[in-house]
């Protein structure tokens, strides 16, 4: 009997209205626990590539070397300051504006880029004062494997496409690994590296890397709540009518 009312002329349009809201928070339950799956394969990588042994790039670069994001690494080589760039909206913890300086270090093995770190904007607007922060000689950077970005972060700026003859983009909204890598004049790896933090380090460039949380988050309570709240937009519903009855 209630069924049948539900369809009627008189309650069409609020079944309907009942029917989508319910569905609506069914999908949003649905992708919060697409979230969690997603974290928690961000959680596998990260946990088994910190704990996979210290990779050497100047003993081994592994074929599959762009699958081991998060794995420490150390390479021993000489930077060319001639290719580097940097990126843009990078941010101290006392919010202090600049740019992350962005070096191809050349080994024996090829060539990887480094995130060297961050350096203030207003004394680096041309490139050619980033020469300041130059390393001459054989470096050794410890650190971490990155990948680069496909495609802008959600709320960043695309980068522009070349002008015709323009050759280069030196400063950059987004790292993206294979446009920029597309400028540099030899080849390097599908990855950059991250170096280690040293806590007392106030010398422009200063290395940076995430905090990272690996806990799984409040996606599965979420989804839960979706869930509860189609449920209750339902039988509510349901409960409603069989009252008006």
Request: charged share 20%.
């Amino acid at each position: 009997m209630i069924l049948k009312k539900m369809f009627r002329r008189t309650w069409l349009i609020t079944t309907l209205f009942v029917f989508a809201g319910s569905v609506l928070f069914i999908r949003l339950g649905i992708w919060q626990l697409d979230r969690l799956a997603q974290r928690r394969v961000f959680n596998a990588q990260v946990e088994s590539m910190q704990s996979a042994k210290f990779l050497d790039l100047n003993q081994n670069v592994p074929a599959d070397i762009a699958s081991m994001e998060w794995r420490s690494v150390t390479v021993t080589g000489k930077y060319d300051f001639e290719n580097q760039v940097a990126l843009r909206n990078q941010y101290t913890v006392d919010l202090v504006y600049g740019y992350h300086l962005i070096t191809p270090l050349l080994f024996d093995g090829g060539a990887v880029l480094v995130d060297r770190g961050w350096i203030p904007a207003d004394e680096n607007a041309d490139p050619k004062d980033w020469r300041q922060y130059d390393e001459p000689g054989q470096v050794t950077v410890t650190g971490q494997i990155r990948l680069g970005e496909t495609k802008p972060a959600y709320g960043e700026v695309a980068d522009p496409e070349l002008s015709p003859g323009q050759k280069r983009l030196d400063l950059w909204n987004n790292f993206n690994m294979q446009r920029i890598s597309k400028q540099i004049p030899y080849p390097v790896l599908p990855l950059y590296i991250q170096p280690n933090v040293d806590q007392n380090d106030s010398v422009p460039p200063i290395p940076y890397q995430p905090v990272l949380d690996l806990t799984e988050g409040p996606h599965f309570g979420y989804a839960l709540q979706w869930f509860m709240f189609a449920s209750i937009l339902l039988i509510g519903y349901l409960l409603y009518l069989r009252k008006q009855e």
